[in-house]
């Protein structure tokens, strides 16, 4: 009897969390066409729906918490329940991201100023996007193999925030006056960057999830 009930709690935590990751995305992309479409409704809209977002991860870690500590979980349980309290911290910084890009779309939009958001970034947007998509599905269907292919995409996002760096910097040294939005556009790479990075986060805690091997830092491990 203590078992089904504990399983049932899994199965909700899970669902909640699943739940929680496809707002996230909503989030990420809605940030985007926020910035894309210069619309300040939707940036504003993100910024209404990280709250939400924030109230859940704090009740997904307590119901986690009260679980290990009443259930004493073993084995696969406990590597359940650890994933999902990592998995529920990195969706929840990943909503911070969402946040940061739809709070400087705000500030480029009341600047007025004629722009386009750089082809980097919007590849590096497409590709993380992707990469978020892709490792939530490996997490429902706990797919080690999908996660681990989402790792192999953060080195292209990677590239085009340098690239976009560089082309930045080179931007406001010849365009004193393009310094605003340049350092938007920076910030807004930095944070599309950091959401790849979050998603081969929840990668590697899947590839632990399915198969109790942790594959984070591989050098330090293999010694």
């Keep these: 009897m203590v078992r ?3 399983e049932q709690k899994l199965d909700e935590l899970t669902g909640r969390l699943v739940a929680m990751s496809r707002l996230i995305e909503g ?9 894309h479409e210069r619309d300040i409704s939707k940036a504003e809209a993100v910024v209404i729906g990280d709250r939400e977002i924030d109230a859940t991860e704090v009740e997904i870690e307590e119901a986690c918490v009260e679980l290990l500590a009443l259930q004493q979980p073993m084995a696969g349980d406990l590597r359940c329940l650890i994933a999902i309290l990592k998995i529920n911290n990195d969706l929840e910084r990943i909503g911070d991201h969402a946040v940061n890009i739809a709070e400087t779309a705000q500030r480029l939009i009341e600047r007025n100023s004629d722009w386009t958001l750089p082809i980097e970034l919007s590849e590096a947007a497409g590709i993380a996007q992707g990469m978020l998509r892709d ?3 490996a997490f429902v269907q706990h ?4 996660a681990q292919a989402v790792l192999m995409r953060d080195d292209r996002v990677d590239q085009l925030h340098e ?10 040294m010849e365009s004193p006056a393009e310094i605003g939005t340049a350092l938007s556009f920076i910030l807004i790479g930095r944070n ?4 790849a990075d979050l998603a081969c986060n929840i990668g590697e805690d899947v590839v632990y999830l399915v198969k109790g091997k942790t594959i984070r830092h591989p ?3 293999h010694r």
């Design 4 to 6: 089904t009930h504990f």
């Design 143 to 146: 797919d080690a193999d999908k």
């Design 27 to 35: 989030l990420i992309e809605t940030s985007l066409e926020a910035v």
């Design 135 to 137: 490792v939530l599905d």
């Design 163 to 172: 690239s976009h760096l560089r082309s930045a910097i080179t931007l406001m």
């Design 192 to 195: 599309i960057e950091r959401v």
């Design 219 to 221: 050098k330090v491990l």
